[in-house]
Nanobody, 124 residues
Framework: VQLQASGGGLVQAGGSLRLSCAAS????????MGWFRQAPGKEREFVAA???????YYRDSVKGRFTISRDNAKNTVYLQMNSLKPEDTAVYCCAASLRVIVSMIRLPSMYDYWGQGTLVTVSS
């Protein structure tokens, strides 16, 4: 499967952005999808994930501000980001996996396919 992320940009603190990740292939609905981010000089970190059945997972620092969703008819996963903070600044990447091990859903190693990143910059 090929993934194409989009929707990044420059936004002021408190603002909102919606990221999209479009996937190729006919079995998109079977994949668990994740969003990860990497800030300059920092390691890649988990942001959110959604399983094929709709269960969602978030890192603590984005709970209540970010929402992950999917539209299987459009082969697309979204990340709605509200109340953005400067510390949310990073390159955001989407990832996909057919294998789902719940204990590993926050780990990059669970995901087999990665899209290119989209840059989100939050100014203070």
């Amino acid at each position: 499967v090929q993934l194409q992320a989009s929707g990044g940009g420059l936004v002021q603190a408190g603002g909102s952005l919606r990221l999209s990740c479009a996937a190729s292939g006919r079995t998109f609905s079977s994949y668990a999808m994740g969003w990860f981010r990497q800030a300059p000089g920092k390691e890649r970190e988990f942001v959110a994930a959604i399983r094929s059945g709709g269960s969602t997972y978030y890192r603590d620092s984005v709970k209540g501000r970010f929402t992950i969703s999917r539209d299987n008819a459009k082969n697309t996963v979204y990340l709605q980001m509200n109340s953005l903070k400067p510390e949310d600044t990073a390159v955001y990447c989407c990832a996909a996996s057919l294998r789902v091990i719940v204990s590993m859903i926050r780990l990059p190693s669970m995901y087999d396919y990665w899209g290119q990143g989209t840059l989100v910059t939050v100014s203070s």
